[in-house]
């Protein structure tokens, strides 16, 4: 199932790139699916990963996932999408309050991504300095915001032995890039 959801996820995002970039998009799903599987999470955690952005910016939908890869996946791809109908403020604050109360797999998933988006930001940051905020619908004090937010509720109900590495990884990045 996790190699017929990255063939899927490429599918889906052919001829697509990532922000600021030349980097074909399914680059990013890959390094999402590949920290959630380096931290151990079972396969629908992975495929949710390769396919966490599908729903959002392909012409695929939820039921799309839901057929090709059961329930499971779909409700973790389904958390994790955002409604582009709303403004960004209120994606992200629900991006937020989602991440609070949801399950340790939701919120892995959430993080892989966040992270990931996190670590490119890194990249662009060295290389092109603070001109890369202009290439963002919302610039830098709303990202530290929203970055800031992420790392302040992501461990919420968890048990500290249940924390994936990754996050601790994440919350460094974060301190790095917003302080």
Excluded at 35 to 45: D, I, Q, S
Excluded at 112 to 129: I, M, P, R, V, Y
Aim: charged fraction near 30%; proline fraction near 2%; aromatic fraction near 8%.
């Amino acid at each position: 199932m996790i190699e017929e959801a990255k063939a899927f996820a490429a599918k889906a995002h052919a001829g697509q790139k990532r922000k600021n970039s030349n980097v074909d998009y399914i680059v990013h799903p890959i390094r999402v699916a590949k920290t959630l599987k380096e931290a151990g999470f079972p396969e629908e955690v992975i495929c949710a990963g390769y396919l966490h952005d599908v729903a959002e910016d392909t012409d695929y939908d939820l039921s799309d996932i839901e057929r090709r890869f059961g329930t499971e996946v779909k409700e973790m791809v389904a958390a994790h999408t955002e409604d582009k109908s709303q403004s960004w403020n209120a994606r992200k604050t629900h991006t937020i309050e989602t991440l609070r109360d949801a399950p340790l797999e939701v919120k892995a998933l959430i993080i892989a991504d966040k992270l990931d988006n996190l670590q490119s930001l890194s990249e662009d940051l060295e290389q092109e300095g603070d001109a890369i905020w202009i290439h963002f619908n919302a610039g830098y004090e709303k990202q530290k915001w929203y970055n800031e937010s992420i790392a302040e509720v992501m461990e919420e109900g968890l048990e500290a032995e249940e924390v994936p590495e990754f996050f601790h990884t994440y919350q460094e990045l974060v301190k790095q890039t917003f302080d």
